[in-house]
């Protein structure tokens, strides 16, 4: 089993900085890719819009919308991943979930709780 828990949400005004962070622990391959996915507000139903990923030898993915202004890294020693996100907006406002998919053959999605990060002033 793997569990996900994320940190550094909040409230932050638009132009501002904020990092996120995500430790995973359990039966984590060496091999898997880490995730950042977000649910906008009022969205219950509508499917979770992928922000970024990056693998365990370091290829990174990005959405169009976040390109240029978040940086997705991990600390493989740690299991840990981060989210740095600059010059945010109003719609960068959602619950940003952490993810990890990892297997041999059959691949496991695993999700942590979900942080709120809400950009507003």
């Known amino acids: 089993q793997v569990q996900l828990v994320e940190s550094g949400g909040g409230l932050v005004q638009p132009g501002g900085s904020l990092r996120l962070s995500c430790a995973a622990s359990?039966?984590?391959?060496?091999?898997?890719?880490m995730g950042w996915y977000r649910q906008a507000p009022g969205a219950p139903g509508k499917q979770r819009e992928l922000?970024?990923?990056?693998?365990?030898?370091?290829?990174?993915t990005y959405a169009d919308s976040v390109k240029g202004r978040f940086t997705i890294s991990r600390d493989n020693a740690k299991n840990t991943v981060y989210l740095q996100m600059n010059s945010l907006k109003p719609d960068d406002t959602a619950v940003y979930y952490c993810?990890?998919?990892?297997?041999?053959?059959?691949?496991?999605?695993?999700w942590g709780q979900g942080t709120q990060v809400t950009v507003s002033s």
């Open positions: 922000v970024a990923t990056i693998t365990s030898g370091g290829t990174t």
């Open positions: 359990g039966s984590i391959s060496n091999n898997n890719v």
């Open positions: 993810n990890l998919i990892q297997g041999l053959g059959v691949l496991r999605a695993y």
